[in-house]
């Protein structure tokens, strides 16, 4: 019975997506919106134990800056409706031509993409759960770059295919995150073809390396660090923002150049920080757009008791010149 009513949520699921996507061209885009907001609204107070969750790491990450509880809440609500507003934008786009794509939702710092991928040895696109940050592989497809992306497929073999073929729709090329081995198999035959590789690196876990990370010693994924210094891939933060017009733009920062050590897993742990720096910057530029949700449980440590050897890299030097104008 388990197995069965684990099934059954897949295929609705399943189902629900794919009767969606079929009937958004159908209804104005404006109700859309406006449902979205109010389905929104709806979850962010039956979910409660998230948005608390939330409202409480955004008090240890911004504590200092944001002080009242009220205004606590009125960031985290941002970030819920911008998620939301995030799956309504990711369902419409699959009815959108390149055209459309590439005039709705702008983009900067092309010139280091094309820069990056004149190397060919392929692109790192390093980047967070920030903004629309389902449409960043849209838009970059969009723009005839080849390009693929590492997921945590679902559980759930059939639903797992229905998203990778709506992805395929869009120039999309899928990586699942797992088995390891064939992710890493995946992402080197990507890079090896000259293609942008999109890894979502702010989710704060066990293992990984230590760093500081809004305010906190945690654990970051030590795969994106790995991989630009072992194959020379260009590593470019890119980062697709919500303007306060609602509209969408696709920030590209300059390289990342790799810390290159005489040791191999300090030159990791040294670019690994540097990574989580160019995330937290991005973060900071845009905290009401970032899903706070990304620290791990009981594993924070606040900077005033690190432990001895976690790395404290200064403020990145080759922050995105396109974010810091912004």
């Not at 389902?134 to 295919?161: L, N």
């Not at 609602?246 to 191999?264: F, H, K």
Request: charged content about 25%; glycine content about 8%; hydrophobic content about 45%.
């Amino acid at each position: 019975m388990g197995h069965f009513f684990y099934q059954l949520r897949y295929r609705i699921g399943e189902y629900a997506l794919r009767g969606l996507v079929g009937i958004l061209p159908w209804i104005p885009y404006r109700w859309l919106v406006l449902f979205t907001s109010f389905c929104a609204w709806i979850s962010f107070g039956l979910l409660w134990k998230y948005r608390v969750r939330m409202e409480e790491n955004v008090a240890m990450a911004l504590g200092d800056e944001i002080v009242s509880p009220a205004d606590r809440k009125a960031l985290v609500w941002q970030a819920w409706r911008n998620f939301a507003l995030g799956v309504l934008e990711t369902c419409a786009v699959m009815h959108l031509s390149k055209q459309t794509i590439v005039s709705t939702i702008a983009m900067e710092g092309e010139e280091h993409l094309k820069r990056a991928l004149a190397r060919g040895k392929g692109v790192l696109a390093l980047s967070a759960h920030l903004g629309a940050f389902t449409m960043i592989g849209a838009r970059v497809a969009a723009g005839d770059y080849p390009f693929s992306v590492v997921v945590k497929q679902p559980g759930d073999e059939h639903f797992a295919r229905c998203l990778d073929d709506l992805r395929a729709q869009l120039g999309i090329r899928t990586i699942s995150a797992k088995p390891r081995k064939e992710a890493v198999r995946g992402i080197l035959k990507s890079l090896r073809e000259n293609r942008v590789v999109l890894v979502i690196a702010d989710e704060f876990k066990s293992g990984g390396v230590m760093v500081d990370f809004m305010g906190q010693t945690s654990p970051a994924p030590r795969g994106p660090a790995t991989l630009a210094l072992r194959t020379g891939a260009v590593t470019l933060p890119i980062f697709s923002t919500r303007r306060p017009d609602g509209s969408l733009c696709l920030l590209i920062g300059p390289e990342i150049p790799p810390v290159r050590l005489a040791d191999l897993e300090e030159s990791v742990a040294a670019t690994t920080a540097l990574f989580t720096r160019h995330l937290e910057d991005a973060i900071r530029r845009y905290p009401e757009q970032w899903n706070w949700l990304g620290f791990p449980r009981n594993s924070r440590i606040p900077r005033s008791e690190d432990k001895k050897g976690t790395l404290q890299m200064p403020a990145p030097t080759f922050a995105p010149d396109r974010i810091d104008e912004r």
